[in-house]
């Protein structure tokens, strides 16, 4: 018996050890990539790495459309609409968090649309050698080889989103959410809006069953959007039947959408 | 080949499985994890390390010297750490004398490891050359077996490329945002960038030296009148001015008293661990050269831990030999045990001193 679970700790460290290789090699192909804008960010709490983080990164997106204008730019994309597009990494760095953000120079096009141009031009200096791995994680697939359109099948992808009705387009929007802190960050401007109506910790909800449930893990990691119900929740990241019995030993946030 | 022979040995083959029901030999399996183990872990006796630049630099050659200075560097660093060495070997082709000894200062101190094979970073210009930022260290005491825990080196090249400087950065968001603010706002001059990058590349050779124990610079870095005042949270009577109970008092020291009981700090902790965040510049309004730095700083040494906020006045006129002239500590927190911070408005600034 002590023999057995020796080996499988010791299968779970090569495991562990592989994972987080593989998440350094996609760090750092990334970097070595022209493609993306990146920060990259350790410090003493996974809150602090993860804001610290995506306001250097909003700050890059800023200074890096700015370069691309001769005038003065007046319509900033918010913080919500940018967020949309970036994805993190998180890795323990011995007793610190390291937070890694990026976001494809390509996914920006809808965000600063009159720089379609410019950023062709980003693309034809690309010396970078992005693993195929960080394409697979990516929700929207954009064409190799852009033709009459520099836009192509990401913006149409984002212009389908807006059609979805109102409840589609605030599902997607918390959908972007990786984790615990990412999505107070995009709960508190759809509440501000009134796309939502309320938010709160799931031991505050008066009627759960009426209400969507974010679920997320003790690390704070999203796991689950279950839509509303009692036993049975419909899972919106998977389409399939779920129940949060599922998720023993997670937390959850409830949300309910104004649907009028 | 020598995994798969022991795992060969080690798993017997379904048909004697069930020929001869012999339990399969643990040993031997566990054996074969191990093995395994330390493959996909590609343990070897220690890390080799590979910087790649990979922004803020077009002079190729040039960049291809730093990386392999680096390179080389870091992996001497990882192979000493994992042979005890006492002493860390480089060559001068790849890094100064005074960048050598000032290594091995901190070598005598701290042991430290780079935890990733691969480093990717961007390189800054500076105003004596080049800057590398970002390495990833792990950190423990010389003696004993203390961790310090995670730090990042920034390093330092001449304009031909060669290693002139080595320190633990400041934390290191801050560059970038120095970075950034230099782009976002255009009216941004580049000549106050790089005076502002020597003031940040002296504060990191400051906070280095504790972790070095490095007396000479701090004898060199203060000026011989320097004003050193130090905060302490006594207990009072409670009243409407001291509702807690406690209150801050200052005490002043001259140079000379400071860097003794500094000296005798460094003897009698075997490590010092030093580290500042939030670092605020503010340049005097009339004086040019004269900055007033204000850092977090959290002291961690063998027998005494603070966090507190440090201020120093910086005179960086004659930019060769820099000067603190006033360097002060106050207590992050006035009433620890009820939460009770130090008002950010009592934290000292440069409109406190007359110079």
């Known amino acids: 018996m002590k023999r057995t679970t020796t080996i499988l700790m010791l299968l779970c460290m090569v495991l562990t050890a592989g994972a987080l290789d593989k998440r350094q090699t996609q760090i750092n192909s990334i970097k070595k990539s022209k493609e993306y804008l990146y920060s990259d960010i350790t410090m003493r709490t996974p809150e602090d790495a993860t804001s610290q983080a995506l306001d250097l990164l909003h700050q890059e997106i800023l200074a890096w459309a700015s370069d691309r204008v001769d005038k003065e730019i007046d319509n900033y994309p918010s913080p919500v609409e940018i967020n949309k597009v ?28 009159k720089w379609d141009m410019v950023l062709l031009e980003d693309y034809d200096t690309d010396e970078g050698n992005v693993s195929e791995d960080i394409h697979e994680d990516e929700e929207i697939i954009i064409p190799e080889e852009p033709k009459d359109s520099v836009v192509g099948e990401k913006i149409r992808a984002l212009l389908k989103n807006n059609f979805l009705g109102k409840k589609g387009g605030v599902i997607e929007q918390i959908k972007k959410a990786k984790n615990f802190f990412e999505l107070k960050q995009i709960m508190e401007p759809l509440k501000e809006k009134g796309e939502i109506t309320d938010y709160g910790k799931y031991a505050t909800a008066e009627k759960p069953e009426d209400c969507y449930l974010v679920v997320y893990d003790p690390a704070g990691n999203i796991k689950a959007i279950l839509g509303k119900g009692e036993n049975v929740r419909q899972n919106l990241k998977t389409g399939k039947d779920d129940s949060i019995k599922n998720y023993r030993g997670c937390g959850a946030i409830w949300f309910t959408i104004n649907e009028k | 080949m020598i995994a798969s022979r022991i795992i060969a040995d080690a798993v017997p083959s379904g048909l004697q499985l069930t020929r001869n029901k012999k339990k399969i030999d643990m040993k031997k399996l566990l054996t074969a994890i191990v093995v395994l183990l330390a493959i996909s872990l590609q343990v070897s006796a220690y890390n080799q390390v590979r910087l790649v630049i990979n922004d803020g ?40 004398k005074e960048a050598k000894e000032s290594l091995n200062k901190l070598w005598e101190n701290d042991r430290f490891s780079c935890m ?69 706002d255009k009216r941004f001059e580049v000549t106050e960038l790089k005076d502002r990058m020597m003031i940040l590349d002296y504060v990191e050779h400051f906070r280095t030296s504790y972790n070095q124990k490095d007396l000479k610079f701090l004898r060199q870095v203060f000026s011989d009148d320097a004003l050193i005042i130090t905060g302490k949270v006594i207990k009072v009577r409670k009243s409407e001015v001291t509702p807690s109970g406690n209150k801050v008092v200052y005490t002043t020291q001259t140079k000379q008293q400071y860097l003794d009981n500094l000296s005798r700090a460094f003897k009698s902790n075997s490590y010092i661990k030093v580290a500042f965040d939030n670092v605020v510049i503010v340049e005097h309004p009339t004086i040019k050269g004269i900055y007033g730095v204000t ?3 959290r002291w961690n040494s063998s027998r005494y831990s603070d966090e507190g906020y440090v201020f120093m006045v910086w005179d960086f006129r004659n930019p060769d030999a820099p000067q603190i002239h006033v360097r002060t500590w106050q207590p992050d927190y006035i009433d620890k045990e009820h939460g009770q911070k130090l008002n950010p408005n009592d934290v000292f600034t440069l409109g406190d001193f007359d110079l």
Do not use: W
């Not at chain 2, 390495?135 to 423990?140: A, H």
């Open chain 2, 295 to 297: 850092v977090h700083q």
């Open chain 2, 57 to 96: 630099i077009s002079n190729h050659q040039l960049k291809e010297k730093m990386e392999r200075a680096v390179s080389f560097v870091m992996t001497e660093i990882n192979r000493s750490n994992e042979g005890n060495l006492k002493k860390l070997e480089l060559p001068e082709s790849y890094i100064t």
């Open chain 1, 86 to 113: 970036i994805d993190t990494i998180m890795v323990r760095r011995a007793d610190m968090y390291r937070v890694f953000a990026y976001v494809k120079k390509f996914n920006l096009i809808p965000l600063f649309n």
């Open chain 2, 116 to 184: 990733e094979d691969e480093v990717v970073e961007r390189c800054l210009t500076t105003y004596t050359g080049y800057q590398v930022r970002g390495i990833p260290l792990i950190v423990k005491a010389a003696q004993g077996d203390e961790e310090l825990g995670y730090q990042e080196a920034v390093v330092n090249f001449d304009e031909k490329g060669v290693i002139t400087s080595f320190y633990y950065t400041i934390n290191p968001e801050l560059y970038s945002q120095l970075r950034m603010s230099q782009m976002v």
